[in-house]
Each structure stands twice: as C-alpha cells, then as structure tokens.
C-alpha cells in the first residue's frame, strides 16, 4: 500500500529549522501502514530535510556549520546565471539532500530518542515550502 500527504512550511529565511517528527507521525498512522518506510522530500533545490537531535545548540550549530564551509560572503558562479543572492542556498541545500527516509515499525517511525525529522530552510527569504510524504509498505 502506498500513502500520500502534503505538508505546507511558511519558513523565514536561512537557517530556519523546523521539527517535522509529529507531523509526519500523523501521516504515517492515517496511513495504517505497520511496516514499510517513510520518504520526506522537500520539493525545490533550496530546502533540506534530514535527522538531528533537535535542541538548541544544534540548532544553531548546524546552519553555523553550513555558512562556514560554503559562506555566503563568497562569489559563486550561479550568481552569473540567476543574479538571486542564493548561490551558497542551493550548495547548502545539495551537501545536506532534500529527502529522508526512514523506517516505519509497528505503525510508527523508527526513530532515536534523539533523533528528529528536520526542515532546514536554505533560501535567502522566507518561502512557502511544501515537502511530500510518502508511506510505503503494509
Ligand atoms: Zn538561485
């Protein structure tokens, strides 16, 4: 069987993180599905879903860490094509990959404790993200 659902983000700019673990949670037991696996995707090339432990330092840390290996102060060649500012966006958005996926058992995602479902919104303004979903299995 395969479950579908979309979910709709208002992100504010660069570094925006938002836990997706509840929402995704919710999809996955209107699904039904008891084992199978779980596919995030975050639809455009300047978002990234991945896993963190969601708490505060990280939270900081992980955008912290994207600016210091590819800064936004330095020129990059997509600035050329676009003239959009966001050329360090969608390197960030590449290194870290749109999508998850994660196991599902027992209807519910196989998870850490300390481990969540992130958004990391990477564009230089807010965006309206949508990020589908995909419950496959039985
Ligand atoms: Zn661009």
Same mark, same amino acid.
């Given at each position: 069987?395969?479950?579908?659902?979309?979910?709709?983000?208002?992100?504010?700019?660069?570094?925006?993180?938002?836990?997706?673990?509840?929402?995704?949670?919710?999809?996955?037991?209107?699904?039904?599905?008891?084992?199978?696996?779980?596919?995030?995707?975050?639809?455009?090339?300047? /978002?990234?879903?991945?896993?963190i432990?969601?708490e505060? =330092?990280?939270?900081?840390?992980? @955008?912290? +860490?994207l600016? !210091? #290996?590819?800064p936004?102060?330095?020129?990059?060649?997509?600035?050329?094509?676009?003239?959009?500012?966001? /050329?360090?966006?969608?390197l960030?958005?590449?290194?870290? =990959?749109?999508?998850?996926?994660? @196991?599902? +058992?027992?209807? !519910? #995602?196989?998870?850490?404790?300390?481990?969540?479902?992130?958004?990391?919104?990477?564009?230089?303004?807010?965006?309206?993200?949508?990020?589908?979903?995909?419950?496959? =299995?039985?």
């Amino acid at each position: 069987m395969v479950h579908q659902e979309q979910l709709d983000l208002s992100t504010r700019a660069d570094g925006d993180l938002h836990d997706l673990t509840q929402d995704i949670q919710s999809i996955v037991q209107k699904s039904n599905i008891q084992t199978g696996i779980a596919h995030i995707f975050n639809i455009g090339s300047t /978002g990234a879903i991945g896993a963190i432990e969601f708490e505060p =330092g990280l939270r900081q840390d992980l @955008p912290e +860490t994207l600016r !210091k #290996l590819i800064p936004p102060s330095l020129e990059y060649k997509h600035e050329q094509t676009w003239h959009d500012g966001n /050329g360090h966006s969608h390197l960030h958005a590449t290194l870290l =990959g749109p999508s998850l996926t994660v @196991p599902v +058992t027992q209807g !519910k #995602l196989e998870l850490g404790t300390w481990q969540q479902i992130f958004h990391l919104e990477c564009d230089v303004r807010p965006r309206q993200r949508r990020i589908l979903v995909t419950i496959y =299995g039985e």
